[in-house]
């Protein structure tokens, strides 16, 4: 398959299953509500040393927040349950708990209940008080700044990590405008993140490593640099360089729409603009039960 | 369907226990044996029929129709349905209720929504004392749900309240929020003397500077993330509680009581 010079591989992103949530944080103006998140959705871009993959979903209007403030709606998936809720009581606790103005809220109604506020709440040292607003309750922290207002759970969902597409160009900024353009139009999509930094990573791991204590390693079939010393590679001579977009969501169907725009994004940018390849994290099955079909996607 | 309607023929002298008079229990009843269910009245057992002209039969949807002050435990643990009242109600409206509606056009007597589990009881008028209270000698009051009360209310409104909502529109007698638990009550209007009594935990929400006891400590003027989401949970009752113009984030915070555990509150609206 070949759109506007750019071949579509015939391969397939492997994805695997993960537990994922969704918090809505808010403060006095949208840049406090981002700070937060931001702080929030740190250091998480690979649940290999991170322990969770966590991004901003959107920016949220004061009418779509539940306390009528400027939000954002971050997500966090994990490997597991219990890890999830580790991961977003601690980063709820460091990161938005101290933020100035901050509030937590729920971005999951259903699913499995997790702590959010719950466990916060012994932060006010018994001066913390609970109201229950139209069946969900909240709590009310005490600190410096006046409250923490934050609901006592958030729902946890099954969910789907590791979507990706490799983007291969003949120079390494016409890759980086490329993932640019992508994540632009990814990020209209709801229910997904684009965990890594700025929503592209260049350091594609491989499934285990010479090294025994290493379960990943560079993917050295795409490593430019690489071209005449593995027997792996994967890149014809025109190419330098390759980026790869990593998509944790809910559920196929959300992925699937984010790397369909992504993909078509970084298509219309075209083969005259260096983008020769679209190809896939495919690691022979290793992985994860979810196959992204590249060309089914794009069909 | 046409509701289930009991129009009252005559005003017995004695009160009239209408407990049995609730939608659960009357869905599966044909009229007939609706019509020959024995109410307490006094000492003696009356047919609905003496009192009441039935006419309907949708028991989801109760009216009754020239209620009086003397007509008592309507609604009592509702579970399900609606009931509106014409007229005043006794004692013991919306009693243990667990879910569902009740409007009362009209006031009532004591002891309205005490010890209620959910749902929702309107009253348009006055009501009595012990609002969404315990039973005398239980030390639980209304444990959900919400009551909203057109007109005044009298001494002790939500005495040993644990849970839930209560709004008055009105004025509130002595000894509001007596010994509450938890939970949230709203006055539009003025408050009496000995405001939250022994409250532990829970908020008094006030538009009027009360007279307060030396036991609530001044803790100065805040503005509360909560209470926007407070007044949004209103949005849907026909109200003054859900127009926007009457809510407020900025109060002055009172803690109290410092007789008992001191982590209640009343925040009057600045």
């Not at chain 1, 690489?226 to 994967?234: F, I, M, N, R, Y």
């Not at chain 2, 009216?63 to 399900?80: M, P, Q, T, V, W």
């Not at chain 2, 012990?130 to 239980?138: C, E, M």
Request: with cysteine; net charge neutral.
């Amino acid at each position: 398959m070949i759109i506007n010079g750019v071949t579509i591989d015939a391969t397939f992103a492997e994805a695997f299953p993960m537990k994922g949530t969704r918090a809505i944080i808010t403060a006095q103006n949208e840049k406090w509500a981002m700070i937060a998140a931001q702080a929030m959705t740190g250091f998480a871009t690979s649940v290999i040393a991170c322990g969770c993959e966590a991004g901003i979903e959107r920016v949220l209007t004061p009418d779509e927040t539940p306390d009528g403030r400027p939000g954002v709606a971050i997500m966090i998936f994990a490997m597991g349950g219990k890890g999830l809720a580790k991961q977003l009581e601690t980063r709820a606790g460091q990161c938005v708990l101290t933020s100035p103005t901050s509030a937590l809220f729920a971005g999951i109604d259903g699913g499995i209940r997790i702590p959010l506020g719950k466990n916060l709440r012994y932060f006010g040292d018994g001066f913390q008080t609970s109201k229950v607003i139209s069946g969900k309750r909240y709590w009310r922290i005490p600190v410096m700044d006046g409250e923490f207002l934050a609901e006592a759970t958030t729902g946890q969902v099954d969910a789907i990590g590791g979507g990706n597409f490799l983007v291969l160009a003949q120079s390494q900024p016409q890759a980086l405008a490329a993932c640019e353009a992508a994540i632009e139009e990814m990020r209209k999509i709801p229910n997904v993140i684009m965990p890594f930094p700025g929503g592209v990573v260049r350091s594609g791991s491989k499934v285990g490593s010479k090294y025994k204590t290493l379960g990943a390693s560079t993917n050295d079939a795409f490593c430019p640099t690489l071209k005449g010393s593995t027997k792996k590679t994967d890149l014809s001579p025109d190419i330098e360089s390759v980026m790869e977009i990593v998509i944790d969501g809910l559920t196929k169907d959300d992925i699937d729409k984010a790397m369909r725009v992504g993909i078509q994004a970084v298509c219309d940018l075209g083969a005259e603009n260096g983008i020769m390849r679209i190809s896939a994290g495919n690691y022979g099955g290793k992985l994860g039960p979810f196959h992204f079909h590249l060309q089914e996607i794009m069909a | 369907m046409s509701a289930l309607t009991f129009t009252l023929k005559t005003q017995p002298n004695q009160r009239v226990d209408m407990s049995p008079l609730v939608c659960h229990s009357l869905e599966k009843l044909e009229a007939a044996e609706i019509a020959a269910l024995k109410l307490h009245c006094g000492k003696r057992k009356l047919r609905v029929d003496e009192l009441f002209t039935v006419s309907g039969y949708d028991a989801k949807h109760i009216i009754i129709k020239n209620s009086f002050a003397k007509l008592d435990y309507i609604g009592k643990e509702l579970d399900g349905g609606m009931i509106h009242v014409e007229g005043d109600v006794g004692a013991y409206c919306g009693m243990g209720m667990k879910k569902g509606a009740i409007k009362v056009f009209g006031s009532a007597g004591i002891y309205a929504g005490c010890e209620m589990k959910k749902g929702q009881l309107e009253i348009d008028g006055n009501v009595g004392d012990f609002l969404g209270g315990a039973l005398a000698g239980n030390k639980m009051g209304m444990k959900g749900g919400i009551i909203l009360v057109r007109g005044n209310a009298g001494d002790r409104v939500g005495d040993h309240l644990r849970r839930g909502t209560i709004l008055i529109e009105g004025n509130a007698g002595d000894y509001c929020g007596s010994r509450m638990i938890a939970g949230t009550i709203a006055v539009m209007g003025n408050t009496g003397k000995f405001l939250g009594h022994g409250m532990r935990r829970g908020t008094i929400l006030l538009w009027n500077e009360p007279k307060l006891s030396a036991s609530f400590n001044d803790c100065g003027s805040h503005t509360l993330a909560f209470l926007p989401m407070l007044f949004t949970s209103f949005n849907e009752l026909n109200s003054p509680f859900a127009s926007n113009e009457n809510a407020f984030n900025r109060v002055h915070r009172y803690a109290g009581d410092m007789s008992e555990i001191g982590r209640g509150e009343i925040l009057v609206k600045i």
